[in-house]
């Protein structure tokens, strides 16, 4: 029987195994794009993850349930991710990692901050507190 202490632990776990593996890949990209193209080393990034994504869809429901009625907006998605990940492989190529990774870390508060104006999404005051203390300790 597992208990919630148990499952909570279990999650902090995989999540510091997470970021463990990809600050390593992280580190595998800045040794390798000083010598390599971006959009090289970001292919690579991509087509090592094929095989793992594939046997997840496999034993998840099969390859059906990736059929889409909106496969032009998850085109223009992939596409995104594409751009995303080569411009943080070419970024990767002359800043610091810590440098890299902490405006890598602004991103979600840059969306939050951008929806009130692009999307007329409604922010609340605690979001906007976080948001500030966020921006706060990436430029201090």
């Keep these: 029987m597992t208990t919630p202490q148990s499952t909570h632990l279990r999650g902090i776990a995989f999540m510091l ?6 600050s390593l890949m992280d580190v595998c990209l800045k040794l390798l794009s000083p010598h390599y193209p971006a959009m090289q080393v970001a292919a690579l ?3 090592t993850s094929v095989p793992l994504v594939l046997l997840w ?9 990736i059929l889409t009625r909106r496969w032009r907006l998850h085109l223009l998605r992939g596409l995104l991710a594409v751009l995303m990940l080569s411009s943080f492989s070419f970024a990767l190529r002359d800043l610091p990692l ?13 969306v939050t901050a951008l ?12 979001r906007w507190i976080a948001i500030g203390v966020g921006l706060g300790g990436v430029l201090i």
């Design 17 to 22: 195994g997470a970021v463990a593996a990809f």
């Design 45 to 47: 990034r991509g087509l």
């Design 57 to 65: 869809i496999a034993f998840s429901g099969g390859f059906r349930q």
């Design 98 to 110: 810590a440098e890299a990774y902490s405006l890598f870390f602004v991103a979600p508060l840059m």
């Design 115 to 126: 929806a009130v104006p692009l999307l007329g999404e409604r922010v609340g005051w605690r």
